[in-house]
């Protein structure tokens, strides 16, 4: 059974930046597309970022882009979500996901392709 144990999460004020992490376990790391979704309250779970199994392709929210960076590193089962300017609308609770049996390079932007998930880490950014 594949686990996911986010961490990093926690309060910033605004224009600051936090590093996420999703350590996995149990399964084949590399062999899995990742992704980072959020949830704000009141609001369904929205994709955040991708990453192909070998990190050479990477997808993005129109929000997120130019401001989040994912990456992997297969050595260490780790997927990474570099947080910069930071702003309250990025307020949501994060969690990691792996899409166990990729049918495309690039990471699926929906939920239903993943196949495990985090318990997800709160993310705050005061004004």
């Known amino acids: 059974q594949v686990q996911l144990v986010e961490s990093g999460g926690g309060l910033v004020q605004a224009g600051g930046s936090l590093r996420l992490s999703c350590a996995a376990s149990?399964?084949?790391?590399?062999?899995?597309?990742m992704g980072w979704f959020r949830q704000a309250p009141g609001k369904e779970r929205e994709f955040v970022a991708g990453?192909?199994?070998?990190?050479?392709?990477?997808n993005y929210a129109d929000s997120v882009k130019g401001r989040f960076t994912i990456s992997r590193d297969n050595a260490k089962n780790t997927v990474y979500l570099q947080m910069n300017s930071l702003k309250p609308e990025d307020t949501a609770v994060y969690y990691c996901?792996?899409?166990?049996?990729?049918?495309?390079?690039?990471?699926?932007?929906?939920?239903?392709?993943?196949?495990?998930w985090g318990q997800g880490t709160q993310v705050t950014v005061s004004s």
């Open positions: 996901a792996a899409d166990a049996s990729p049918l495309m390079y690039t990471a699926p932007q929906h939920e239903r392709f993943y196949d495990y």
């Open positions: 149990g399964g084949t790391f590399r062999a899995y597309a």
């Open positions: 990453i192909s199994r070998s990190g050479g392709s990477t």
